[in-house]
């Protein structure tokens, strides 16, 4: 078997403590059982040139990190990365800051990746890039010779083309994914919006079902919904609840009932609409007051970047009005922790949770969701509340679905979750887990790299003439 190396921005060394985001959870099980390499940024960046590259090896895997310099760290990530292609892909134009000099450093920095990542690479290594930091990265590894097998997934949404083209310079950046073999999105919406584009603004011939010819090559596109370790999520959460941490926050509710929500602090989860929605549901269901408290974790986020210093005041804001309007002295409705927890920690508190409160604006998947699932009693479930614009809704949709700028929907969703008899939620509960295992995560990572090492689908015309300074 080929050996894998793993590239994406964040690498997820294994460190005592440490906090992984959704990218980071998906990847590790899959390197560990293969070994490899897993290569990326190790999130320190420096006024100078960075050191060399560091290596820690854990069992089979080879950690290879480096460093950024401060300008492609406020170029390439904060900027173009993070202010561009982080709102545009989540459909959301209006919060897009475009300028040609971050664009400039996205492009200096996958040059920087390419060039340390060969020295580590070998003919014949499988690579498996991660997500929209990169997407020009296989690019910049054949203009270097390398004819590696290489395929790339996007964690996050893709949208339709209408909204990709207003990325100024998208037909320089966007094309750029034809040099991977294999392009997987999470849900077949995404994918169908991928193959629009290739079709309608690249002009790609498409070969297949799912394949197009470019350069005289097969690039696939594939869906690989990413899925939870759905048993092994169950038991944590069986042990977690007995835990000390979580009997003290149990013992804290005087026996109200909870609602959760776990977010970093970032605009596409749709916090303020969610606020907005939970204040709802207290003007019209004043039964639950005293009788309900919803705890909301929001880790601080890409804070350097001014969206995120703007949300976190706006949350902040409505999180002391709700509590200013309908809190008594023995009962806050809403306690908001910007403190990360850990995975163990918030397996016990979705147990102990009635409800999950999971409403993005736009997502390209959202694990909360699966990971909320995955901890149900399934004699005593609580209720998933998500919405329709998660990746995650197409597997649950036994969950109650929303649409999060109804904040009067949700709020109805909240009452309905809270009073849902037993049989329903045990119903309800059973489809979705059923449908976790079916997808459980040990098999994303199978599905995805089968898919890469197929032989690729031959392309009937020869290859084009290269065109000097073309693609
Ligand atoms: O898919 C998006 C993602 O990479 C998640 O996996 C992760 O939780 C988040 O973004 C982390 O963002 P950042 O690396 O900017 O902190």
Same mark, same amino acid.
């Given at each position: 078997m080929a050996r894998l190396v793993v590239v994406s921005n964040r690498v997820g060394v294994p460190e005592k403590g440490a906090r992984a985001g959704g990218l980071e959870v998906s990847i590790r099980p899959a390197l560990k059982q293969r070994g490899g390499i897993w290569f990326? /940024?190790?999130?320190?960046?420096?006024?100078? +040139?960075?050191?060399?590259?560091?290596?820690?090896?854990?069992?089979?895997?080879?950690? *290879?990190? *480096?460093?950024?310099?401060?300008?492609?760290? $406020? %170029?390439?990530?904060?900027?173009?990365?993070?202010?561009?292609? /982080?709102p545009i892909l989540h459909y959301r134009l209006d919060l897009a800051e475009f300028t040609r000099r971050d664009l400039g450093g996205y492009f200096r920095v996958n040059e920087f990746f390419a060039a340390n990542l060969e020295k580590f690479l070998r003919p014949d290594d499988v690579v498996w890039v991660h997500d929209y930091h990169l997407i020009p990265l296989a690019k910049?590894?054949?203009?270097?010779?390398?004819?590696?097998?290489?395929?790339?997934?996007?964690?996050?949404?893709?949208?339709?083309?209408?909204?990709?083209? &207003?990325?100024?310079?998208? $037909?320089?950046?966007?094309?750029?994914?034809?040099h991977y073999d294999l392009v997987g999105f999470q849900t077949e919406v995404d994918a169908t919006n991928f193959s629009r584009y290739l079709a309608n603004e690249c002009n790609l011939r498409r070969i297949d079902g799912d394949s197009f010819e470019f350069d005289g090559r097969a690039v696939k596109v594939g869906v690989f919904p990413v899925g939870v370790e759905t048993d092994a999520f169950s038991r944590l959460a069986r042990r977690a609840i007995e835990?000390?941490?979580?009997?003290?926050?149990?013992?804290?509710?005087?026996?109200?009932?909870?609602?959760?929500?776990? +977010?970093?602090? +970032?605009?596409?989860?749709g916090l303020p609409e969610r606020m907005d929605a939970f204040e709802r549901f207290l003007t019209i269901f004043p039964e639950w007051h005293d009788n309900v408290t919803y705890l909301q974790i929001t880790p601080f986020s890409?804070? #350097?970047?001014?969206?995120?210093? +703007?949300?976190?005041?706006?949350?902040?804001?409505a999180v002391g009005r709700i509590n200013g309007n309908f809190g008594e002295a023995s =009962?806050?409705?809403?306690?908001?922790?910007?403190? #990360?927890?850990?995975?163990? #920690?918030?397996?016990?508190?979705?147990?102990?949770?009635?409800?999950?409160?999971?409403?993005?604006?736009?997502d390209g998947m959202n694990l909360v969701a699966k990971e909320f699932i995955a901890a149900q009693d399934a004699d005593d479930p609580g209720v998933l509340v998500l919405s329709r614009f998660a990746g995650a809704a197409r %597997?649950?949709? &036994?969950?109650?679905?929303?649409?999060?700028?109804?904040? $009067?929907? *949700? &709020?109805?969703?909240?009452?309905?979750a809270l009073s849902m008899p037993l049989e329903e939620r045990r119903?309800?509960? #059973?489809?979705?887990?059923?449908? !976790?295992?079916?997808?459980?995560?040990?098999? =994303?990572? %199978?599905?995805? !790299?089968?898919a890469l090492e197929r032989p690729p689908v031959r392309t009937s015309a020869p290859p084009p003439m290269r065109i000097a300074g073309g693609r």
């Open positions: 990326g /940024w190790n999130g320190k960046f420096s006024e100078g +040139d960075p050191p060399p590259a560091e290596t820690v090896e854990r069992e089979n895997v080879s950690y *290879v990190t *480096v460093g950024l310099r401060q300008d492609d760290y $406020e %170029e390439f990530y904060n900027g173009f990365a993070n202010r561009v292609l /982080w910049a590894l054949r203009e270097r010779g390398h004819k590696n097998k290489i395929g790339f997934f996007i964690h996050i949404p893709f949208p339709p083309p209408e909204i990709v083209t &207003a990325l100024p310079n998208h $037909e320089r950046l966007m094309p750029a994914l034809g835990s000390p941490f979580v009997r003290d926050v149990l013992g804290s509710l005087s026996g109200r009932a909870m609602i959760i929500g776990v +977010d970093r602090l +970032d605009y596409s989860k890409r804070s #350097a970047i001014p969206e995120y210093a +703007d949300l976190g005041r706006a949350v902040g804001e =009962w806050t409705p809403l306690r908001y922790i910007n403190k #990360a927890h850990s995975r163990t #920690a918030l397996a016990g508190l979705y147990r102990a949770a009635r409800v999950g409160l999971v409403t993005p604006l736009r %597997e649950c949709a &036994a969950a109650l679905l929303v649409n999060p700028y109804d904040h $009067e929907g *949700v &709020a109805l969703a909240i009452n309905r119903q309800r509960h #059973a489809v979705n887990y059923k449908a !976790l295992l079916h997808n459980d995560l040990g098999d =994303w990572a %199978e599905r995805f !790299l089968g």
